[in-house]
């Protein structure tokens, strides 16, 4: 049995992770087990790591995650957003949002106000912000941080006026609009950040080679049998990746 993790829903719907694992199930001949952890945005130092328990065979992390462990990850291929700004590349952006009916019309008007973020392993989320204000730090920047859990929450936490401003995932953002979960006029884009090598997927590297090339067949193909439904969720198709992508 293949053991899969991802870190990223539920702002990438549960869905296209159940379209993965089938997929990589139908091209490799195994069952796979799939498992959410929606805490954080992937392991990082301080973090329970299940790759080095060997709990976990393949995942979908964060950026920061590869980094953290990439001695003992490969990297798999990796989902081509339908994000136009995405130009057909493995990236994808952080969406600086807050309210439609605020008063805000750019990011330094945010300087003095609240920000809500889905968690501090975060590329779009959290360092992506950090990378913005800096020299400042968050606590100077910001009235009041609030960690909201996931892109989502922060999302309808901006929406509903509870906070100021996020930065959002843009698959995340793209993939509520599409399935009409939110109403564009309910919010407005101040910024946006990137592009940012999309969310890396990985397998353990001690995974036998065969088993390796035959799941990286699986995405690699899966768009000949999957195309609609990867689409549905904001997918083209699935392509190579390389270390030099997360460096």
Known sequence: MLRLISYLAPS????????????????????????????????????ENPFADKKAD?????SLTFRFLKDDLELL?????VDIRAKGKPVYFADVVVKASSLFR???????????????????GWFSMIE????????????????????????RWVMKGQTDGAAIDSNALLNQLNRKQIDASEFRILETWGPFPIHPVV???????????????????????????LHSFGFRWFTEATRQDYA
């Open 77 to 81: 291929p990796v989902p081509v957003p």
């Open 132 to 155: 913005r204000i800096a020299p400042d730090s968050p606590l100077d920047y910001f009235s009041e941080l609030v960690q909201s859990g996931s892109h989502l929450e922060s999302l």
């Open 12 to 47: 990438i719907p549960h869905g296209f992770f159940e379209l993965i694992a089938k997929i990589i199930s139908q091209g490799t001949g195994m069952d796979v087990h799939l498992e959410f952890n929606e805490q954080i945005s992937g392991p990082l130092e301080q973090d």
């Open 58 to 62: 393949i995942g979908f992390v964060c």
């Open 203 to 229: 397998i353990r590297a001690a995974m036998p080679i065969s088993l390796k090339q035959s799941v990286q067949k699986s995405l690699l193909h899966a768009h000949e049998g999957f195309s609609s439904e």
């Open 106 to 124: 750019s990011f330094d008007d945010l300087r003095g106000q609240r920000w809500a973020y889905n968690d501090r392993n975060s590329r779009s």
